[in-house]
């Protein structure tokens, strides 16, 4: 009795250390796809805005001095 709760308490701390790893990995490509976002925002925001100039139309009217 002691041999299997002693297989079973292995058997689950190695598939605590499974998920662990696991968990490990899934976390650093999150991590890396973030960093991969966050360029690809500083490329398009770089890469697309300017300084804004504003124009305006202007009309011109003839005038002649008289007098």
């Known amino acids: ?3 299997f709760l002693s297989l079973k308490i292995l058997f ?3 598939l605590t250390l ?3 790893v696991s968990f490990v ?3 650093s490509i999150v991590h890396e796809r973030q960093s991969y976002y966050h ?3 500083r490329d398009i925001a770089r890469d697309s805005v300017r ?6 139309p202007f ?3 003839p005038m ?3 007098g």
């Open 1 to 3: 009795m002691q041999r």
């Open 12 to 14: 689950m701390v190695g």
């Open 18 to 20: 499974a998920f662990l």
């Open 25 to 27: 990995f899934m976390r």
């Open 39 to 41: 360029s690809v925002i």
């Open 51 to 56: 300084p804004q100039t504003l124009t305006t």
């Open 59 to 61: 009309i011109i009217v």
């Open 64 to 66: 002649s001095e008289q």
